[in-house]
């Protein structure tokens, strides 16, 4: 007869395989202002015919909630009942917010903006705002998988992910990008000053105590200032299919 401990650790392996086996599996890019992860992000959730979670999208509604209420973005108390009571819904890359009225408002395009890319800074340093949030985000996690894009994916809201990339590029790499956005949505901006903005955004985001924007020792660095869209894809696909 095999003495018990054998036994049991035989049926501790098969628990922790058949626990996996219901995990669905996520991927986590997490990584600082345009540097491109949502881009990417959604490139491989659609090869991948994964869910998408656009994390970032969740913290602009908070802000722009709250400037609509009158609410100030360091209320904490007041912005964690608000974020708590939203209705926010995606449906095929637009954002809808549900009204008092029983609808669902667009609101993608005032989400978007600069301004309440901001404003979402300002919001998501608070702690309660960021509980409020994490019951939405964890949702996602559905069949076939998920494909979760943020600064806290791999670290708070997905620690199991099965792959976590912290995908950047330089401060002026990026900055370049941002200005090329904004320049063809017909902004009227100067590239000295998008490079302060997202050199600020990174301050707050990375220095905030909750949280903050790290790259989890578990996460592959991908650094895409010299890279293509493409290439970028092909490789976290690549980390993907090799995790399996
Ligand atoms: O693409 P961009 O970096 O401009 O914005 P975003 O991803 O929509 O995120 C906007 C802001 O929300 C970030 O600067 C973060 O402060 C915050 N955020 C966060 O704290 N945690 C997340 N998981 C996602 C965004």
Known sequence: MSPIPVIGSVAGTAAAMSRKAVQVPVIAIDGPSASGKGTVAQLVAKALKFNYLDSGAL??????????AGISWQDEAALASLASALEISFDDGEIYLHNNKGGDDNVSEEVRSEA?????????VHQDVRRALLDMQL??????GLVADG???????????????????????????????LINKGNNVNLRAVLADIEARDARDMQRTSAPLVQVPDAKLLDTSGMSIDEAVAQVLQWFHQNK
């Open 59 to 68: 913290y602009r509604i908070v802000a722009f909630a709250a400037q609509k």
């Open 151 to 181: 600064r806290d994916m791999g670290s708070v809201v997905f620690p199991d992910a099965q792959t976590k990339i912290f995908l950047t590029a330089s401060s002026d790499v990026r900055a370049e990008r941002r200005y090329k956005q």
């Open 139 to 144: 949702k996602f996690r559905r069949e076939p």
């Open 116 to 124: 309440l890319g901001k404003g979402a800074s300002e919001v998501a």
